[in-house]
Nanobody
Framework: VQLQASGGGLVQAGGSLRLSCVAS????????MGWYRQAPGKQRELVAS????????YYIDSVKGRFTVSRDNAKNTVYLQMNSLRPEDTAVYYC?????????WGQGTQVTVSS
């Protein structure tokens, strides 16, 4: 079962996007969920996630203060609100568990930030 992220698109620098990812109820309730991204020519990296227990979140330094991860338990959905986007945020964004499970990688959603 793949996790499908959605909500990407083309946006100018300084703009915002909100990504969404729906998971099965069991997966959502039993795992910590997170957002990853892979820019052209670079390795996939973890961008943001909830910590175990869901009481707080982790962000890589480059997105702190700009990105916010959230979840809707009733909808089994995790979101990534991205504000003040920069060209270096351009990448394919994926959701997956923490740690990531190979079988759950979906197609991702392309985020392109123009300068």
């Amino acid at each position: 079962v793949q996790l499908q992220a959605s909500g990407g698109g083309l946006v100018q620098a300084g703009g915002s996007l909100r990504l969404s990812c729906v998971a099965s109820g069991r997966l959502f309730s039993l795992n910590v969920m997170g957002w990853y991204r892979q820019a052209p020519g670079k390795q996939r990296e973890l961008v943001a996630s909830f910590t175990t227990g869901g009481s707080s979140a982790y962000y890589i330094d480059s997105v702190k203060g700009r990105f916010t991860v959230s979840r809707d338990n009733a909808k089994n959905t995790v979101y990534l609100q991205m504000n003040s986007l920069r060209p270096e945020d351009t990448a394919v964004y994926y959701c997956n568990t923490i740690p990531a499970m190979r079988g759950y990688w979906g197609q991702g959603t392309q985020v392109t930030v123009s300068s």
